[in-house]
T-cell receptor
Framework: AQKVTQAQTEISVVEKEDVTLDCVYE???????LFWYKQPPSGELVFLIR??????QNEISGRYSWNFQKSTSSFNFTITASQVVDSAVYFC???????????????FGTGTRLKVLA | ETGVTQTPRHLVMGMTNKKSLKCEQH?????MYWYKQSAKKPLELMFV???????ENNSVPSRFSPECPNSSHLFLHLHTLQPEDSALYLC??????????????FGPGTRLTVL
């Protein structure tokens, strides 16, 4: 069965600190996709990154970086020099590659609430 | 307008009311999704439409009835709901496998309260 675990329910950091959000997944598929979404207080989930299972290169985008390790089934997300605007709930998701309908079914983690204090 | 829009943003209804949630996407996608987000629970996929055809129904009670008249619009018709149905209802859209990348784009959600 597919599963996404975000063990950290809530994290609080002081502005300018670095913070890492953990994501561990389970799947039997060899081809799959991993995602991170941000949900600010407004409610809308904002897409941050997509990774496919064949691409283990780490990625950096500004203050955001992602570490994908198939050996440990983890896809962790680090925010460097956190800012108050980073306060949100962050969701990790896994997408099946095999669907007969051509659509993508996401399995979401329970989310990690990040609070960045000024 | 751009992206995915949802109306209304907030809805309070009694258990005997009938109401509808509306979702509209302006991204040229051909798949649309309804999710339910309750406190302290993972997002729950409710329905999936691909090319206006329902392709998935995740054991959702019949008091929730989806409708997808075209690839840009998705409705969720509600009737005789229960208080435990109070949640944030999120709509999303994406390309289908053959037509593009697979990330889903979400609307801002409708915050539903059932009294």
């Amino acid at each position: 069965a597919q599963k996404v675990t975000q063990a950290q329910t809530e994290i609080s950091v002081v502005e300018k600190e670095d913070v890492t959000l953990d994501c561990v997944y389970e799947t039997r598929d060899t081809t799959y996709y991993l995602f991170w979404y941000k949900q600010p207080p407004s409610g809308e989930l904002v897409f941050l990154i997509r990774r496919n299972s064949f691409d283990e290169q780490n990625e950096i985008s500004g203050r955001y970086s992602w570490n994908f390790q198939k050996s440990t089934s983890s896809f962790n997300f680090t925010i460097t020099a956190s800012q108050v605007v980073d306060s949100a709930v962050y969701f990790c998701a896994l997408s099946e590659a095999k669907t007969t309908s051509g659509t993508y079914k996401y399995i979401f983690g329970t989310g990690t609430r990040l609070k960045v204090l000024a | 307008e751009t992206g995915v829009t949802q109306t209304p943003r907030h809805l309070v209804m009694g258990m005997t009311n009938k109401k509808s949630l509306k979702c509209e996407q302006h991204l040229g996608h051909n798949a649309m999704y309804w999710y339910k987000q309750s406190a302290k629970k993972p997002l729950e996929l409710m329905f999936v439409y691909s090319l206006e055809e329902r392709v998935e129904n995740n054991s959702v009670p019949s008091r929730f009835s989806p409708e997808c008249p075209n690839s840009s619009h998705l409705f969720l018709h509600l009737h005789t709901l229960q208080p435990e149905d109070s949640a944030l209802y999120l709509c999303a859209s994406s390309h289908t496998r053959t037509s593009g990348l697979n990330e889903q784009f979400f609307g801002p959600g409708t915050r539903l309260t059932v009294l």
